[in-house]
């Protein structure tokens, strides 16, 4: 199996965890049947100062004609926060109708999470993120901009179309996974969005009767998720919240090093990437977890229909856990590029 992978290393830490991810895909190719015809795309801060441009219309073409793409991160202290995220991120999240944003928060290793008697069966759940619209429609505008009287309006963009594609893809989730599903909102607060999600959810809870579902608002989310994760599998929520737990999710499964994202068009091109940003404060030390990286490359895997392979990532990671062979963020002592290597050795 040949696939196009086009790679968006961006800022920051970005291209240093995103080469470990690419070197584990090229060992997989002579481990496996698989292979891989890599492109890098260098759009981001450096590319920006010096160009002006975030990413042309070209580049976006161009982009449609692969099978998956693999991104870094993107964001660096030198450019307005917002423009590069926007530009380039969220531009190729919502062009290429990424509506779905798959982010499992799994504890692969008892050791590594902050929670006390937790395992891995305990912190185990997926959350299935709106993102296309929602706050992130960045629709809105000031008025008497500059003044005393200044007002700031940020709209929250929600439409059926977008809350019920999401919630349909969810219940789907949870059928074929044989799971519960739990709507997080603050339908308490946000009378029109959420309560257009609240019926969303059950109108179309009425085409998947087998699914126990419950709804949580999200503070009191935020509280089970670290009291009982044990009782979550697969939550679906809007775009900021999406956002907003799934950092915290990562947190619960051993740092920001370990937690994946996978922006999904079910019919037209997917992205992978590390929840995590640029981190400019460890970039260019050599010191960042590269294992988000590595394990979003195998979540690209999988969705591009080898499971097997992913599944050998997955193991190999497992064992760098298990062996304690990470890096500084994970109390190890390992280089991002020497996890990297350690990775691919397991793979042989
Ligand atoms: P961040 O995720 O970059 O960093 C948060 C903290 O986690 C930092 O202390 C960082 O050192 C640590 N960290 C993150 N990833 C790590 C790794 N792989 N290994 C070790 N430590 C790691 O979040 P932030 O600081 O809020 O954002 C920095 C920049 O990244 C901003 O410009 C933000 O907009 C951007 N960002 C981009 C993406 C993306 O492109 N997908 C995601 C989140 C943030
Ligand atoms: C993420 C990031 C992005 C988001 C930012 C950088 C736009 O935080 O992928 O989690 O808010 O979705
Ligand atoms: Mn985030």
Not at 264 to 277: A, D, K, Y
Request: hydrophobic share 40%; aromatic share 6%; proline share 4%.
């Amino acid at each position: 199996m040949k696939f196009d992978i086009a790679l968006i290393p961006g800022d920051g830490i970005g291209p240093e965890v995103l080469d470990e991810g690419v070197k584990v895909l090229e060992k997989l190719q002579h481990t496996s049947d698989l292979s891989f015809n890599f492109q890098e795309f260098p759009q981001g801060a450096d590319h920006y100062l010096d160009t002006g441009e975030l990413i042309a219309d070209e580049s976006m073409d161009e982009l449609g004609e692969f099978d998956a793409a693999l991104m870094g991160a993107v964001g660096d202290p030198r450019v307005k926060p917002g423009v590069l995220e926007r530009g380039i991120l969220l531009k190729i999240r919502f062009s290429f109708d990424q509506y779905i944003n798959l982010r499992p928060i799994r504890l692969r290793d008892s050791k590594y999470t902050p929670l006390k008697n937790k395992s891995p069966e305990d912190i185990d759940m997926v959350v299935v993120r709106e993102n296309t619209e929602g706050l992130y429609a960045n629709s809105g505008g000031f008025l008497r901009k500059g003044t005393c009287e200044e007002v700031a309006i940020q709209e929250m963009v929600n439409t059926y179309h977008g809350v019920s594609r999401v919630i349909r893809y969810a219940y789907e989730y949870a059928v074929e996974s044989g799971r519960n599903l739990t709507l997080c909102d603050k339908c308490n607060v946000l009378g029109y969005a959420h309560d257009l999600w609240q019926r969303c959810f059950q109108d179309i809870g009425e085409d998947f009767l087998e699914v126990k579902k419950d709804h949580v608002l999200v503070d009191a989310l935020t509280m089970k998720m670290v009291r009982n994760p044990e009782e979550l599998d697969v939550v679906v929520t809007s775009n900021m919240f999406g956002d907003i737990i799934t950092d915290l999710g990562a947190e619960l499964q051993g740092g920001m090093g370990m937690a994946v994202s996978a922006n999904i068009n079910p019919e037209g091109l997917s992205m992978f990437e590390p929840v995590h940003g640029s981190a400019p404060d460890i970039a260019g030390k050599g010191i960042a977890n590269p294992l988000a990286a590595v394990l979003a490359a195998a979540f690209m895997v999988e969705e591009l229909g080898a499971e097997k392979e992913a599944a050998k990532i997955r193991a190999a990671v497992d064992r760098a856990l298990e062996e304690q062979q990470l890096t500084a963020d994970m109390e190890g002592e390992l280089t991002t590029s020497e996890l990297g290597d350690f990775i691919c050795s397991i793979l042989e």
